[in-house]
């Protein structure tokens, strides 16, 4: 046996003669991404679980008794008159809970169960998406745990479309910024459509989701350099070929044919003024910047005046899709709300399906300080004073984001309102700012030891 054998068998050791064990492996991403998941899912159905009784009228109630009806050969009849439910995937998926379960209440639990398991996986497509962006399995974890962490999870607690429309849409919408990215975006631009049909399905109100996708693979052209955009053009052409067809036939059937959208046909004949759409979408919009936690859209509005987030190969195709989403949502759901005289407030749920793409730019501004610079910040927090214009009716049940905002900064400073909201974004953009300045200053801090 020679000295270089001698020298494998024995074990490391430090200057001072001490054994230096092997450092243990880290965890793979993919378990604490599962990790993240089976936190989510407990902590949600346990909610799910304390929230007895039906809360949302009359949505729990058609949902239940059309799934039953599913389970027991009636279909969708409701004491023997059909009820036209178009969009019915939703109704589909909860259904074998009323199959499998005699009694009412534990069919009403399971299906809810089921809601929360469909709810909480769009932490995948979060974190797929944040892997490529931010260049870290790691730090991906961040927004896919931010993805869950809102009042919009609340929809696991009732028997909604929503429990199965938000990670479907939010899956569409990863799909899509990620097609952006490639030089070939067929196969995931095909896949971003049909999840957007399978959204759809769920709840009739994302078939905008359809001309959001078309809209981006044809408006991200706009951004990129001239010496990329006709290459581009050539190979997104079958994505707007087909994405045009489905927007197409889809606006034609329901002008032509508006049965084909179910008992929501009457939305074609809805004339509400102009005046009300503009009032109504804005105040959508504020739904969602207090439902994000503010810091997310308020950036994204910083974000969207600057050049160099949009030349950006990362953040470009996040802002489109993140405002093509935001601003469709909110124009229809402002539409919407506009014509029904009884719901003075807005209904944040409407504008949710785009908060998943708010906080995965946020996490990537924060590692990307450059994109935005003071500039950004600064336009972030100019906008804020809109915050002033929400109503001072609030409606707990349908704007959980403000109303819980508003009930916690009252009970700490007595502000209430829209000063209260304004109060808690400023805060909040405070306080973002100098984490992610005092995070830089020790990463360079490092840097330069290192060097040393």
């Not at 000295?3 to 991403?29: C, F, Q, W, Y």
């Not at 009636?74 to 036209?84: L, R, Y």
């Not at 005289?341 to 949710?352: E, L, N, Q, T, W």
Request: net charge positive; hydrophobic share 55%; glycine share 8%.
């Amino acid at each position: 046996m020679n000295a270089a054998d001698v020298a494998e068998r024995l074990p490391d050791t430090a200057p001072g003669g001490v054994a230096d064990h092997p450092r243990r492996r880290p965890i793979p991403s993919g378990w604490l991404l599962l990790g993240v998941y089976a936190i989510a899912v407990a902590l949600y159905s346990v909610l799910a679980l304390r929230s007895p009784l039906p809360s949302l009228f009359p949505d729990e109630y058609r949902y239940a008794h059309l799934a039953r009806g599913l389970a027991d050969g009636t279909g969708f009849d409701w004491h023997g008159v059909h009820i036209d439910q178009t969009a019915a995937l939703y109704v589909y998926f909860i259904a074998p809970a009323w199959a499998v379960f005699g009694s009412t209440v534990d069919a009403y639990n399971a299906a809810k169960i089921l809601g929360t398991l469909a709810l909480c996986a769009q932490v995948v497509p979060v974190w797929r998406l944040s892997r490529e962006l931010l260049g870290s399995d790691r730090l991906a974890l961040a927004p896919a745990a931010l993805s869950v962490a809102g009042t919009w999870m609340l929809a696991a607690t009732t028997t909604a479309t929503e429990a199965l429309a938000y990670p479907l849409t939010t899956t569409a919408l990863c799909l899509t910024v990620l097609a952006l990215r490639r030089p070939q975006p067929v196969r995931l631009g095909l896949l971003a459509l049909l999840f957007a049909l399978l959204a759809a399905w769920a709840r009739i109100q994302l078939a905008v989701l359809l001309p959001v996708v078309l809209g981006a693979f044809a408006l991200d052209l706009v951004r990129l350099p001239p010496g990329r955009r006709a290459a581009a053009a050539r190979a997104r052409r079958p994505l707007l070929l087909v994405g045009g067809a489905l927007v197409a036939t889809g606006l034609i059937a329901a002008l032509a044919v508006p049965s084909v959208t179910g008992d929501y046909n009457y939305v074609v004949h809805l004339r509400p003024g102009l005046g009300a759409i503009v009032r109504k979408t804005g105040l959508q919009l504020l739904e969602l910047t207090a439902l994000a936690a503010f810091v997310p859209v308020l950036l994204a509005g910083g974000a969207a005046l600057s050049p160099r987030a949009w030349r950006d190969d990362r953040s470009g195709p996040l802002l489109l899709v993140f405002w093509l989403a935001a601003l469709a949502t909110a124009v229809q759901s402002g539409f919407y709300i506009a014509s029904v005289p009884g719901v003075p407030s807005g209904i944040d749920r409407y504008v949710a399906y785009a908060v998943p793409l708010a906080v995965v730019l946020l996490v990537l501004l924060a590692q990307q300080p450059q994109l935005v610079a003071r500039a950004g910040w600064a336009l972030a927090a100019l906008l804020a004073p809109a915050l002033l214009a929400a109503p001072r009716s609030v409606v707990e049940a349908i704007e959980r984001g403000i109303w819980t905002t508003g009930h916690r900064v009252d009970g700490l400073v007595g502000v209430h309102d829209g000063p209260a909201l304004l109060l808690a974004a400023l805060v909040l953009l405070a306080l973002t700012a100098a984490g992610g300045a005092l995070a830089r200053r020790r990463h360079g801090h490092g840097a330069r030891q290192g060097d040393a």
